[in-house]
């Protein structure tokens, strides 16, 4: 089992910036890929950006230059920095760690993007 705590979420307004950070713990070994998920009220959940243990990362057209993904394997954490924040990012932002035989999710933190 793989358990996933995140934090970082919380209020801003357009323009600013908030750094999530989730903590991998237990059978860490066989995960391969972590990311970050969100899900607005009404949608379907979505993949905002995702990092390998290698280091390659993929994001989601809307934030590409906006958000970054990064990751410190010797810590197990993996972080998303977003910047440039507008209302559409308002979300439960989902840490998630993929192995090969599971997906594990974190609890989910709140981020609210208002004027």
């Known amino acids: 089992q793989v358990r996933l705590v995140e934090s970082g979420g919380g209020l801003v307004q357009p323009g600013g910036s908030l750094r999530l950070s989730c903590a991998a713990s237990g059978s860490i070994f066989s995960i391969n890929t972590m990311a970050w998920y969100r899900q607005a009220p009404g949608k379907e959940r979505e993949l905002v950006a995702g990092?390998?243990?290698?280091?390659?990362?993929n994001y989601l057209d809307s934030v590409k230059d906006r958000f970054t993904i990064s990751r410190d394997n010797a810590k197990n954490t993996v972080y998303l920095q977003m910047s440039s924040l507008k209302p559409e990012d308002t979300a439960v932002y989902y840490c998630?760690?993929?192995?090969?035989?599971?997906?594990?999710w974190g609890q989910g933190t709140q981020v609210t993007v208002f004027s």
């Open positions: 990092i390998t243990k290698g280091g390659t990362r």
């Open positions: 998630n760690a993929a192995s090969p035989w599971n997906d594990y």
